[in-house]
């Protein structure tokens, strides 16, 4: 059982280029989220998805794009790539929401130069 | 929920001592609170929440938090302070005012001195 993977682990990209960051997860979780953490400010919801085919922006969803065709994976699309969008982005997973617990990959940490 | 406080964005303890974290959220409809932790170059993992049932909650590695909702408080303790305890931590609020997503505090990160 190997939870919320991610990946890349890291990544260089630079200004323009575009790239999808993939997230897995293999507890048939309904609750997906991507969100992005920036020194300092915690973290920043981009994009959720609460089934299959359902996805709606978070606070910062600009410059990002997503999928969610099936309940295992929920890739994250960055088109035009920017330095403002250099930072450590995780994926979670949770049952529902509410008081529910989310679970977190291990991250992809992304460079834009 | 509308924004959640950690006072304090390094704290340094020596190791034995009391570890005190601080987080003060604003909501105005009754909340969610969890205390997550992230160990450096991982994801962050929960140590532990309250869902509306007791005040005093008790996590994993000998944390504990107490909701106070006159304070608008939920500040994370541990008697005794390891040097595996050294980590960042992160407070978030949850309720129906945000649409039950996680509002997230900025995040204080323990330094535990040998």
Not at chain 1, 50 to 72: C, F, H, L, W
Not at chain 2, 93 to 104: K, R, T
């Amino acid at each position: 059982n190997a939870g919320v993977t991610q990946t890349p682990k890291f990544r260089i990209l630079k200004i323009g280029q575009s790239m999808t960051l993939q997230c897995t997860q293999d507890m048939n979780h309904n609750y997906m989220y991507w969100y992005r953490q920036d020194p300092g400010m915690g973290l920043k919801l981009i994009y959720y998805s609460v089934g299959a085919g359902i996805t709606d922006k978070g606070e910062v969803p600009n410059g990002y794009n997503v999928s969610r065709s099936t309940t295992e994976d929920f890739p994250l699309r960055l088109e035009l790539a920017a330095p403002s969008q250099t930072s450590v982005y995780f994926c979670a997973a949770a049952t529902r929401t509410g008081g529910e617990t989310q679970y977190f990959g291990p991250g992809t940490r992304l460079l834009v130069l | 929920a509308q924004s959640v406080t950690q006072l304090g964005s390094h704290v340094s303890v020596s190791e034995g001592a009391l570890v005190l974290l601080r987080c003060n959220y604003s909501s105005s409809v009754p909340p969610y609170l969890f205390w997550y932790v992230q160990y450096p170059n991982q994801g962050l993992q929960l140590l532990l929440k309250y869902t509306s049932a007791a005040t005093l909650v008790k996590g994993i590695n000998g944390f504990e938090a107490e909701f106070k909702k006159s304070e608008t408080s939920f500040h994370l303790t541990k008697p005794s302070a390891h040097m595996s305890d050294a980590a960042e931590y992160f407070c978030a609020v949850s309720d129906a005012d945000s649409n039950y997503q996680l509002i997230w505090g900025a995040g204080t990160k323990l330094i535990i001195k040998p």
